[in-house]
Every structure is written in C-alpha cells, then in structure tokens.
C-alpha cells in the first residue's frame, strides 16, 4: 500500500507543480465538490475543452 501512496502523491504533486506547463484554453481543472455537485455539466465542460460534442 505504501508505493501506491507514494505513487499517487509523486503525480499527484507533479500536477499541481507543472500545470502551468499546459495552456489555460486546453486544461480543465476539475475541482472533486463542482464534479460532485454536477457531474454531467463537468463532464460536458471537460469535453467541450477537449474539442468533442
């Protein structure tokens, strides 16, 4: 369990450290209560960003 712990963390933190790398227009930032809260109108952002109906 402690390697998928670590895993997670080690993407998790390089997300967060290289997020800038990717333009504002191509990333969807998907904070876990809005996905909760809508998880259909999330999904349809995150697809409309992508490009795909």
């Known amino acids: 369990a402690a390697y998928w712990v670590d895993r997670i963390e080690s993407l998790l933190r390089a997300g967060v450290r290289d997020a800038h790398l990717i333009?504002?227009?191509q990333r969807v930032d998907v904070e876990f209560?809005?996905?909760?809260?809508?998880?259909?109108?999330?999904?349809?952002?995150?697809?409309?960003?992508?490009?795909?109906p």
């Open 23 to 25: 333009p504002d227009d």
């Open 33 to 52: 209560a809005a996905f909760l809260a809508d998880d259909l109108a999330m999904a349809e952002r995150i697809l409309a960003t992508a490009g795909l």
